[in-house]
Nanobody
C-alpha cells in the first residue's frame, strides 16, 4: 500500500538546523511532484516547499525562502527538507505530500524550535 514516512524532526535551538526525510513506497515516486507542508497549533496547514518529479524545479514559501532547501533522490524514493537558521515560528508538524492525479500524505513529524 502507499506509504509516506517522515523522519528527522525534533527539538532544536533557534539558529540551528534539521534535515527532514520522507521515504515513499507503494507508488511510482519518480512520477510524482513532492512537497512539504507544515501546521502550527491553531493554524492552517501551509505549503512551504515543492519539487517537481525530476527535481528540476523548486518553489518555496516566502517564510522559508533562503533558509530551507527541498531535494529528492528518485533512486531512494526519498524527498528531503534541509532547514537552516531555524526560528521559533518554524515550530510545527511537518508533512510530506505526493502529488499527481492522486495525492498522498505522510503522518507528520514534529519540529520544535526553542531555547
Amino acid at each position: 500500500q502507499v506509504q509516506l514516512v517522515e523522519s528527522g524532526g525534533g527539538l532544536v535551538q533557534p539558529g540551528g538546523s534539521l534535515r527532514l526525510s520522507c521515504v515513499a513506497s507503494g507508488f511510482t515516486f519518480s512520477t510524482y511532484h513532492m512537497s512539504w507542508h507544515r501546521q502550527a497549533p491553531g493554524k492552517e496547514r501551509e505549503l512551504i516547499a515543492r519539487i517537481s518529479s525530476a527535481g528540476s524545479v523548486t518553489n518555496y514559501a516566502d517564510s522559508v525562502k533562503g533558509r530551507f532547501t527541498i531535494s529528492r533522490d528518485n533512486g531512494k524514493n526519498t524527498v528531503y527538507l534541509q532547514m537552516n537558521s531555524l526560528k521559533p515560528e518554524d515550530t510545527a508538524v511537518y508533512y510530506c505530500k505526493a502529488e499527481s492525479y492522486q495525492s498522498y500524505w505522510g503522518q507528520g513529524t514534529q519540529v520544535t524550535v526553542s531555547s
